[in-house]
């Protein structure tokens, strides 16, 4: 069974820096795409940020300059570097992998959520 443990939320000021990070484990050959997703008080889940397996990112536009996806595909981990950190940045983010390989493992996989709380 695949797994996701993320790491590294927690409370910061407005302006503040936060890493987040997210491994994935399991028996797993190779994950197409991985990612970050947010959701705030009483909103829906959204995208954060995707990065698929050469590279190529994807971001909200709210947060395109602040926040950098990258990935480890040695590790089968994803990391979330969020920068200048605003109020509304505030939500449980959420890990996402899509492992590829091998056909047992193959999936839509999300983590346990991990609270980023900015204080203005």
């Known amino acids: 069974q695949v797994q996701l443990v993320e790491s590294g939320g927690g409370l910061v000021q407005n302006g503040g820096s936060l890493r987040l990070s997210c491994a994935a484990s399991?028996?797993?050959?190779?994950?197409?795409?991985m990612g970050w997703y947010r959701q705030g008080p009483e909103k829906q889940r959204a995208l954060v940020a995707v990065?698929?397996?050469?590279?190529?990112?994807n971001y909200a536009d709210s947060v395109k300059g602040r926040f950098t996806i990258s990935r480890d595909n040695a590790k089968n981990t994803v990391y979330l570097q969020m920068n200048n950190l605003k109020p509304e940045d505030t939500a449980v983010y959420y890990c996402?992998?899509?492992?590829?390989?091998?056909?047992?493992?193959?999936?839509?996989?999300w983590g346990q959520g991990t609270q980023v709380t900015v204080s203005s």
């Open positions: 990065i698929g397996s050469g590279g190529s990112t």
């Open positions: 399991g028996r797993i050959f190779s994950i197409d795409r």
């Open positions: 996402n992998a899509v492992v590829g390989a091998p056909q047992a493992s193959r999936g839509n996989y």
